[in-house]
């Protein structure tokens, strides 16, 4: 069984799609995580990110591992955690233009599909029930006013203890919603029979038991 849990950045997707995955007792799938990790082989490798065949080569000889371990998403390429590292102000940055690529889409949505082949997974990300997973049982899409958005990013970022004014927080997700929702390849879109939960005025639990009453007067 698949839940697909799409939506912009920040409208509370992923402690919500934890929760109901942790209720649920399914796997969790962050496929942001996925694209951060890319962004930031890429900058590693200080690849141009305008040399579209330098890109496709990194991502070939990329070696990406994403697995729950408790509440935690764990990260690794080519071996190493970089869980913390792909929510780095660089890889925020450049992580639309990256997710933008079409070989980056393709190969990350194989590994998607594969690991949603082998279990039953709460998927989040912006084209899961649109492209990765057209047939899935359960798709929701996730809303919320952009400046709630980035009043909730804000008040994560100083918690962890990085100083960007909240203007700044805004505008960084007003860039992103634009760049997510008009790429030409698989945009953030929701699907037709998604559906649609605005979170503005929700508390995470509200949020989370939304979808498993969903679930469970349907399945
Ligand atoms: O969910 P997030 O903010 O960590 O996602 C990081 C970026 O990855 C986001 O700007 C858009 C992209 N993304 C995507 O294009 N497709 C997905 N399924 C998930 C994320």
Redesign the pocket.
């Known amino acids: 069984m698949i839940v697909a849990i799409?939506g912009p950045?920040?409208s509370g997707?992923?402690t919500t799609a934890k929760m109901v995955a942790k209720k649920l007792e399914m796997t969790y799938l962050?496929?942001?995580?996925?694209?951060?990790a890319v962004t930031l082989a890429l900058l590693r490798s200080n690849t141009d990110l305008d040399d579209y065949d330098s890109v496709c080569q990194v991502v070939d000889k990329l070696e990406l591992d994403i697995y729950d371990k408790g509440s935690k998403t764990i990260v690794k390429l080519d071996g190493e955690d970089v869980s913390e590292a792909i929510r780095s102000m660089p890889v925020?940055e450049n992580?639309?233009a990256v997710?933008?690529m079409k070989y980056v889409?393709q190969t990350?949505v194989e590994i998607q599909r594969n690991i949603g082949k082998k279990t039953n997974c709460v998927v989040?990300?912006?084209?899961?029930g649109t492209v990765?997973f057209p047939d899935a049982e359960f798709k929701i899409f996730m809303v919320a006013d952009v400046n709630m958005r980035a009043e909730r990013r804000f008040k994560d970022l100083h918690e962890m203890g990085e100083s960007r004014s909240f203007q700044d927080v805004l505008a960084d997700l007003r860039r992103?919603d634009e760049?997510?929702s008009t790429r030409a390849y698989?945009p953030?879109q929701k699907a037709d029979e998604a559906i649609e939960i605005d979170t503005s005025m929700l508390s995470i639990d509200q949020q989370v038991r939304k979808i498993i009453n969903l679930v469970k007067k349907n399945n």
């Open positions: 799409d950045a920040a997707k992923s962050d496929t942001g995580a996925m694209y951060r925020t992580v639309s997710s933008a889409r990350m989040e990300g912006r084209d899961i990765v992103r760049k997510d698989s953030l």
